[in-house]
């Protein structure tokens, strides 16, 4: 058995532990599926690590917001002051002001409002309270910091190593980097930039895609339970394609916009259609490369939950050979769409540059 299988295994078994730790505390209460999934892959200004609710164990982060100035404080004044509940036609739900000095606030589904009277308003189940800005340090936002600092470090090794040692057999990480650099310059940028204009690139997709890589890893491999889902998180990938799109249009050269203006070949009378389309087309293709990496990132750890929710949503151990090793089968699979995702983001995004530098053959 891998190393990278153990670690999954006992990923797997960490979050048995938490899950059976938690139902074992509230016998009475009924066990939520959909609200256990939903706690572990959706953002958070805490990160929990074992216990009921907010009242378990977490490391609380520090809320950043601004009203009328910047206030900073712990999450914990938010997540243990007084929990109100809301009675609702569909589910009723609960949310929670704040005490010390997270008074005046209130969060709900891990959004800060304003109170009035102490309160929240609603809308039916939308409250109509002013919400501060909020530039908080989130269980995702702590997870891109810890992403970022493993390949910081791993990337200047690297470099250090062979600017000690010069073009020699590579040794320690920079034997397992090199050949991945190598990788995606000769199989990602030079066969969809053409010339010697893929040198220009090359930094930009090589760190999108160990960008990419190492959060989509560290995800799957909980640094404590519930760990961070940072390239399931929409904003991340949203950024991402964004950085692709900007890159495209500002490296387009004047064939790249003919073809989008005046399309060679197309009969002039048919450009009022051709255009917009050509326009929406360049929306599109980062648009898809957003929702690739975030749905395929989101889906397999909500398969993986629901596969070991199986288990306490019929109350019997027995399920646990079933569940267990489908989840474990489905963790394997998700380390080979870890990598297969940053190759996919990493070769479209050079796809697109290269159509925008293209120049004209004819």
């Known amino acids: 058995m891998s190393r990278t299988t153990i670690l999954r ?7 048995l532990v938490c899950v059976a730790f938690t139902a074992g505390a509230t016998k009475e209460k ?8 939903m706690h572990h892959v959706l953002d958070a200004h805490e990160w929990h690590l074992w216990g009921e609710g907010h009242n378990g164990t977490s490391i609380y982060l520090p809320v950043i917001i601004y009203d009328n100035g910047i206030k900073i404080f712990s999450s914990r004044h938010l997540y243990h002051g007084n929990s109100v509940p809301v009675a609702d036609s569909i589910k009723p739900f609960e949310y929670l002001v ?22 929240l308003v609603f809308h039916g189940t939308h409250p109509k309270n002013a919400m501060p800005l909020d530039f908080s340090i989130t269980k995702n936002v702590l997870s891109l910091f810890i992403g970022s600092f493993i390949l910081l470090v791993v990337m200047l ?10 073009a020699v057999a ?26 010697a204009k893929h040198t220009r690139y090359i930094g930009f997709i090589t760190t999108v895609f160990f960008f990419i890589l190492v959060n989509n890893l560290l995800g799957m491999i909980p640094v404590f339970p519930g760990g961070a889902n940072l390239t399931g998180n929409i904003s991340v990938t949203l950024f991402l394609a964004l950085c692709t799109l900007l890159v495209t249009v500002f490296s387009g ?6 073809h989008i203006f005046a399309t060679p070949g197309v009969p002039w009378a048919l450009l009022p259609i051709m255009i917009p389309i050509e326009l929406v087309g360049i929306f599109t293709k980062p648009f898809a490369l957003m929702i690739r990496l975030f749905a395929n990132m989101t889906a397999g750890h ?3 939950l629901s596969l070991i929710s199986i288990i306490f949503i019929n109350k019997s ?16 699979l998700e380390i080979l769409v870890a990598f297969l995702q940053a190759y996919l983001f990493a070769s479209l995004s050079a796809l697109f540059i290269g159509a925008a530098v293209e120049e004209d053959h004819h």
């Open 317 to 332: 151990e027995a399920w646990g050979l079933l569940s267990v090793p489908m989840a474990l089968f489905i963790s394997v």
């Open 30 to 37: 009924k066990f939520d599926v959909t609200e256990t999934i």
């Open 98 to 119: 704040g005490e010390g000095p997270a008074k005046g606030y209130a969060l709900l589904h891990e959004k800060i409002y304003k109170v009035t009277d102490g309160k």
């Open 170 to 195: 590579p040794r320690g990480i920079a034997k397992f980097i090199e050949p991945l650099i190598v990788y995606v310059r000769d199989e990602i940028v030079k066969p969809n930039i053409h010339g």
């Open 302 to 304: 909500i398969i993986v």
């Open 253 to 258: 050269n004047k064939n790249y916009w003919k």
């Open 9 to 15: 295994f006992l990923s797997i078994f960490t979050f």
């Open 157 to 166: 090794s690297t470099s250090l190593y062979y600017k000690k040692n010069g």
